[in-house]
């Protein structure tokens, strides 16, 4: 009768974790990461990395790399990482993987295949501050393999060059909590993803948004700070946190130092970094590292909705290219929320010029005098602040009015005609990630 009791108990036990780790209940929580490499165009390339992105696999921290602050369990499925989105930008020779990881109650299965039996010991916030510390681990080993893997893969940042400015081999990394995951979460998660970048890749990293670092305090991470990285401390109000944008111009991010708006090599980073006062958070600052890998921006901050315009210009001769490119300019300065006249809250922009080719061979764009422009986005804040509805109408509203003002200028686009097209979304949406990773399923593949 025992022997009856404990088998249906066992049985039991199998079924219900069973039951478990195929649960497909609607996510409430999630950390989506985007992570931005510069290659676009060689296919081999971005397939080399996407496998890595896609890799799944059950991984165990070594003893010897544990230390005094992590948790005793440290096997976890790398699989509850997702990658849900590869975006490849061929013309802007750029490619994003966006990746998410479940944070609610159910995060454990996923993590565990079930069997958390480990848990029950903990409280409600201990529980949440080890799921925390899960979380910023798993998203940091999956960029880290990323960017391993870019930067084996794409070769020296000297050799780069686009129509989309960029800083890096690996030039960004965000961090986005969506719904019920909190900043915390995303912060700890940026934070991770840089001490790894600096210390184990040799990649100048700036920390931007809720994952500003400041001189002073703990780390608050995990394991010892680096020796080469400014320690944590929380900023007290918004006006302690860097700005994604103000890393970007400090570092030449909007200057085009190639022709035909082109951006070349490793441009002139490194000589504005030893110009600013503010240092990388992680990294050595070497000019070697700079100029081989160039330097990343990590941050956390609220899902950003990226949103791109396109300008279609017919134009009489090849004389009214930079004329054409300047009106795209002045749209994009209108419509940034740097214009305190009557810009657009949160809303960061900038016109690119939007081409398949290597700045040595002419550009599709100017056959026939056609060329194509893009007003190209970021929208810091849609859900309670500018929508890509609002972005829309006001640079087909702009685009008129311009022509208009550079008439009286003297500046005319005779025989010229532009038009603006209907803006599209390059990265997905937060209930895309809730989706992503409501199932547990080990056969999910990216869209």
């Known amino acids: 009768m025992v022997a009856s009791a404990v088998a249906a108990a066992a049985a039991a036990t199998a079924s219900a974790s069973s039951l478990a780790a195929a649960r497909t209940g609607a996510a409430r929580g999630a950390l989506a990461c985007?992570?931005?490499?510069?290659?676009?165009?060689?296919m081999d390339v971005l397939k080399a990395i996407e496998s890595v992105a896609l890799s799944k696999r059950i991984t165990t921290k070594p003893n010897d790399m544990k230390t005094k602050r992590d948790d005793d369990d440290e096997t976890y499925n790398n699989n509850a990482v997702k990658l849900v989105k590869t975006f490849i930008d061929e013309p802007y020779n750029r490619t994003g993987f966006t990746f998410a990881v479940r944070t609610d109650d159910d995060f454990d299965d996923a993590v565990n295949g079930g069997d958390n039996s480990a848990l029950v010991v903990l409280d409600?916030?201990?529980?949440?501050?080890?799921?925390?510390?899960?979380?910023?681990?798993?998203?940091?080993?999956?960029?880290?393999?990323?960017?391993?893997?870019?930067?084996?893969?794409i070769g020296s940042f000297k050799k780069h060059s686009a129509t989309h400015p960029r800083l890096g081999i690996v030039d960004h990394v965000s961090v986005h909590p969506i719904g019920t995951c909190d900043m915390d979460a995303a912060k700890e998660a940026a934070r991770a993803v840089g001490r790894r970048f600096g210390d184990e890749l040799g990649v100048?990293?700036?920390?931007?948004?809720?994952?500003?670092?400041?001189?002073?305090?703990?780390?608050?991470?995990?394991?010892?700070a680096s020796a080469n990285s400014a320690r944590?401390?929380?900023?007290?109000?918004?006006?302690?946190?860097?700005?994604?944008?103000?890393?970007?111009?400090?570092?030449?991010?909007?200057?085009?130092?190639?022709?035909?708006?082109?951006?070349?090599?490793?441009?002139?980073?490194?000589?504005r970094m030893q110009k600013w006062e503010v240092k990388p958070d992680f990294g050595s600052s070497e000019?070697?590292?700079?100029?081989?890998?160039?330097?990343?921006?990590?941050?956390?901050?609220p899902f950003v909705v990226n949103y791109n315009v396109p300008m279609i210009c017919e134009l009489s001769d090849e004389s009214q290219e930079k004329l054409a490119l300047d009106l795209g300019k002045q749209i994009a300065k209108r419509v940034s929320q740097r214009n305190e006249i009557d810009g657009l809250p949160n809303v960061q922009s900038m016109a690119l010029m939007r081409t398949t080719t290597t700045p040595s061979t002419p550009?599709?764009?100017?056959?026939?005098?056609?060329?194509?422009?893009?007003?190209?986005?970021?929208?810091?804040?849609?859900t309670s602040s500018t929508t890509r509805i609002q972005v829309q109408k006001k640079i087909e509203e702009l685009m008129p009015e311009l022509l208009v003002e550079n008439v009286l200028r003297g500046v005319k686009l005779n025989g010229a005609s532009c038009q603006i097209g209907q803006?599209?979304?390059?990265?997905?949406?937060?209930?895309?990630?809730?989706?992503?990773?409501?199932?547990?399923?080990?056969d999910d593949t990216a869209s």
């Open 204 to 224: 100048n990293a700036y920390m931007y948004g809720h994952a500003t670092m400041v001189k002073g305090g703990d780390d608050g991470i995990g394991g010892e």
């Open 363 to 382: 550009s599709p764009s100017r056959q026939n005098n056609k060329m194509e422009i893009e007003i190209a986005c970021n929208l810091l804040d849609e």
């Open 232 to 271: 944590e401390k929380d900023t007290e109000s918004n006006r302690e946190r860097r700005e994604l944008a103000e890393i970007r111009r400090k570092l030449g991010y909007f200057s085009a130092n190639g022709e035909n708006e082109t951006w070349v090599g490793a441009s002139d980073v490194y000589d």
């Open 124 to 153: 409600g916030k201990a529980k949440n501050e080890r799921r925390k510390k899960k979380v910023s681990r798993l998203i940091a080993n999956r960029v880290h393999e990323v960017a391993t893997s870019a930067f084996m893969e």
């Open 423 to 442: 803006g599209y979304v390059t990265n997905l949406q937060p209930q895309d990630f809730l989706d992503a990773v409501s199932s547990t399923s080990s």
């Open 34 to 42: 985007v992570v931005y490499v510069s290659e676009g165009r060689r």
């Open 287 to 301: 000019k070697s590292d700079v100029e081989e890998k160039g330097v990343c921006c990590v941050g956390a901050v």
